[in-house]
């Protein structure tokens, strides 16, 4: 193919009909906010994930020192999931079992909700992709017998597909998104439930000494 014949994926890309260049110009730009709200996420469970593990190591060492304001001011530095779930058990300390156990698990409950409250907008932003994108397709291609062309083999109506594909692509794309963002959600969550059952341990083997 000569040089001059040669054509850039962009060019092909948005050589179809004005109604089709608008519809995947509107999914390349929702596809831009996914990308950023992303990594946002991404980054944010990222360091949850990756926070000192001997938090509860230093609570214990309060504790056993009879050092309560020390563990719940350690608590109040620390913006992370585990620590406000601990401060809210330091806080019952002085209760029965069962009433630090409930407020634990309530508020271990209440960071569960924040870590996944994200995670729906990606299965709904794969699906408003792909519907757009069949949309696109639908309309580029009832736009293209209505103006009286009939030839298959027309550049205008194989670009009209070209909505749908991508709508298909980047949907698949952020459903990954999704799964990726749900695993690492899923690890936390573990952990956070590990880190409760360790920190009760520490508690009733605190009052069984005394």
């Not at 409950?109 to 792909?130: G, H, M, N, P, Y």
Request: net charge negative; proline share 1%; hydrophobic share 45%.
């Amino acid at each position: 193919m000569e040089k001059g014949n040669q054509i850039s994926l962009w060019e092909l890309l948005f050589s179809g009909q004005i109604v089709t260049n608008v519809f995947l110009v509107v999914m390349f730009v929702l596809a831009v906010v996914v990308l950023y709200s992303f990594f946002e996420k991404y980054l944010s469970l990222k360091s949850m994930d990756t926070e000192e593990d001997d938090l509860l190591d230093n609570i214990a060492d309060c504790l056993y020192d009879h050092r309560l304001d020390s563990a719940k001011d350690l608590c109040k530095r620390i913006s992370s999931p585990e620590a406000r779930i601990i401060r809210k058990g330091l806080e019952k300390i002085d209760k029965s079992s069962l009433e630090m156990l409930v407020t634990i698990v309530n508020q271990r409950e209440i960071e569960t909700i924040q870590l996944r409250k994200d995670l729906f907008k990606f299965s709904l932003w794969a699906r408003v992709v792909l519907f757009l994108g069949v949309l696109g397709t639908g309309i580029s291609i009832i736009l293209f017998f209505s103006e009286g062309f009939s030839d298959l083999s027309d550049e205008r109506f194989y670009t009209s597909f070209f909505p749908v594909s991508i709508g298909a692509l980047l949907g698949g794309l952020i459903y990954v998104f999704k799964l990726i963002l749900g695993s690492l959600t899923y690890r936390i969550e573990l952990a956070l439930k590990m880190g409760e059952n360790k920190f009760l341990e520490i508690i009733e083997e605190i009052k069984n000494a005394n």
